[in-house]
């Protein structure tokens, strides 16, 4: 019988006499009762969610909600709430601060918001706190808009329910003035994480009883107002829509502001529309997981739509689906054909000029379209903390359904005027007799079909990640697709001068046919991530079903790179 380790107990127990909440409190002393009984699971639990601290990575903090300061709970939130306040009074000397907090609507958010407002305030801040749960773009605009020095969004965006998170925005005078409302990055995060290791005991932090302001309807109606004034008035809305917010806080707003923009034929998937912290429909909250759009795409083929837009739990992605001809079917866009799509549209309809920002791990269709017409388009490191510091912005995206249209309302992924410029092209092909695959099809003719793909390596032991990245160190493919290897560059060794990006954990590989992966791991889930993209050629006068055929060949050889790349990895 597994016994619980006596030093493990008392960190456990000194936890438990320092934990605010009730139910917290009774959970860990539950778990203590069967471990000291002998109980493996219980023991096996304890140990992981006292195995270290959560910290800020990709996504601010974000894990699975419990006891312990590996969990997401009202302690640790407490901390963070502390620290964060300290940062801004102490790190960066500010007299008052502003702060906009707000929350969606998972299982303990709004008592994880209340909490920070009540221990900001108490510390000395300016807290404004929005009074019912609402989408993370609204707090992302409520940043720039009202002028705060930092905002907090409590959200774990599309993770499974048992999850919670905690994403930090700077701006005002705490950010110079391309970092006005994006997310944090070294070395803020770093001052953070440190004022937050000096915060005493839980119960010794000051918590208000009051002092803080509730953020009413105006700053969402501020909110629409911004996006809304994107969409053409005088182009074509007759178009028929699905919409699903994957049981999360998107409805509301995204039918708001189609319906505003004169998208009148609207349908919501019932069963997804209201929020529910379980969700109960899907397996896993995001749009991309296999079957997660499937009751939307039911419903697309019931009422003959001619797009489906799928919010992700908390609204800041957007997924789009088609009936694709080539396939008689209908069909997710991948985040890259997506986002090659609005930025197109943007710089054709909207006369957009600027930097077209895309991340390392996106396609590098967007850059060639870009350059077709002479504007720039910026790689950055992955996640929109970066993308969004492209100097020059005027749109960016990464692969993962994030897009940002409206750098200036949003600085941040928004899913909700993303939803709204899908609905304007959708709008705008069938007007001029076409589709969303068509015009992909028009690129391709013009620039090459880029074909991407992603081969996703969940562990269990954290540990099989950096041994799968030494792997590919050690011993890199010499040829990809049967094509020579011609760059092989190790991202975490690169320079500003060499790769135009600062060092950061991946590996990039380049065929001499132009194929290329990137492999990287992931910065908010135990997975190793490839990144899988290979470039087709499509002849002048290429037909509908010659276009069909090509897709399909590029689909083959995504399929033939998954395979190699699972044998250089060791997974096969």
């Known amino acids: 019988m597994t016994a619980l380790d006596q030093a493990l107990r008392r960190r456990s127990e000194a936890w438990l006499a320092d934990d605010p909440d009730p139910a917290t409190r009774s959970a860990l002393s539950s778990l203590l009762e069967q471990a000291v009984s002998g109980g493996e699971a219980a ?16 996504a601010g903090l974000r894990g699975r909600m419990g006891p312990g300061p590996n969990r997401m709970n009202l302690a640790v939130v407490s901390r963070a709430a502390r620290g964060l306040a300290d940062h801004l009074l102490g790190d960066l000397e500010l007299a008052a601060p502003l702060v906009v907090i707000g929350y969606d609507a998972r299982y303990n958010s709004q008592d994880f918001a209340l909490r920070s407002a009540a221990i900001m305030t108490a510390a000395g801040c300016r807290v404004q706190l929005l009074e019912r749960f609402g989408p993370t773009p609204l707090v992302a605009f409520g940043v720039r808009q009202l002028g705060a020095d930092a905002g907090i969004v409590v959200t774990a965006s599309h993770n499974p329910p048992a999850d919670n998170g905690y994403k930090v925005y700077l701006g005002g005078r705490a950010q110079e003035s391309d970092g006005q409302g994006v997310q944090i990055v070294p070395p803020s995060d770093g001052q953070i994480a440190a004022r937050i290791a000096a915060v005493g005991p839980v119960l010794d932090i000051p918590v208000a009883d009051a002092g803080w302001e509730l953020l009413g309807e105006q700053l969402r109606e501020d909110y629409l107002a911004a996006i809304c004034a994107l969409p053409d008035l005088q182009g074509p809305r007759d178009v028929r829509i699905v919409h699903t917010a994957m049981h999360g806080v998107g409805t509301e707003t995204a039918l708001a502001a189609l319906h505003r923009s004169g998208f009148a034929e609207v349908h919501t998937v019932a069963k997804q529309a209201d929020p529910d912290p379980d969700f109960p429909t899907v397996a896993f909250p995001n749009p991309e997981e296999p079957g997660a759009i499937d009751l939307a795409l039911e419903l697309a083929r019931t009422v003959e739509a001619d797009v489906v837009i799928a919010n992700d739990p908390d609204a800041d992605r957007c997924a789009a689906a088609v009936l694709d001809p080539h396939l008689g079917d209908w069909r997710m866009l991948t985040g890259d054909e997506l986002g090659v799509l609005l930025g197109d549209h943007l710089i054709r309809r909207h006369g957009y000029r600027g930097a077209f920002a895309r991340s390392i791990v996106s396609s590098r269709w967007l850059g060639k379209i870009a350059e077709a017409v002479g504007v720039d388009s910026p790689t950055t490191l992955t996640g ?3 993308i969004a510091r492209a100097p020059g912005i005027v749109f960016g995206y990464e692969e993962a359904i994030g897009y940002c249209v409206l750098p200036e309302v949003v600085r941040d992924k928004d899913g909700l005027s993303a939803g709204l410029m899908v609905a304007e092209m959708a709008a705008l092909a069938k007007a001029e007799g076409t589709t969303l695959i068509g015009r992909l099809d028009e ?28 792997q590919l160190r050690s011993a890199p493919p010499t040829a990809l697709l049967g094509s020579e290897v011609v760059t092989t560059q190790d991202l975490s060794q690169g320079s500003v001068e060499s790769t135009g990006l600062p060092p950061t954990e991946g590996m990039l590989l380049l065929s001499a046919e132009d194929t290329r992966v990137v492999v990287r791991p992931s910065g908010t889930e135990p997975k190793l991530k490839c990144y899988l993209e290979v470039v087709q050629d499509v002849p002048a006068g290429t037909s509908a079903p010659e276009m069909a055929t090509i897709r399909q060949h590029a689909g083959e050889r995504l399929a033939q790179l998954k395979d190699e790349l699972r044998g250089v990895l060791g997974q096969a």
Do not use: N, Y
Not at 43 to 57: C, K
Not at 443 to 470: K, N, W, Y
């Open 384 to 386: 929109f903390k970066w």
């Open 443 to 470: 690129l391709a003719a013009a620039h090459g079909l880029f074909a991407t793909s992603q081969l996703s390596i969940r562990v269990e032991d954290l540990a099989q990640i950096p041994a799968m990245m030494q």
């Open 43 to 58: 023991i096996d639990e304890i140990a992981d969610a006292f195995s270290g601290d959560l910290e800020f990575g990709t």
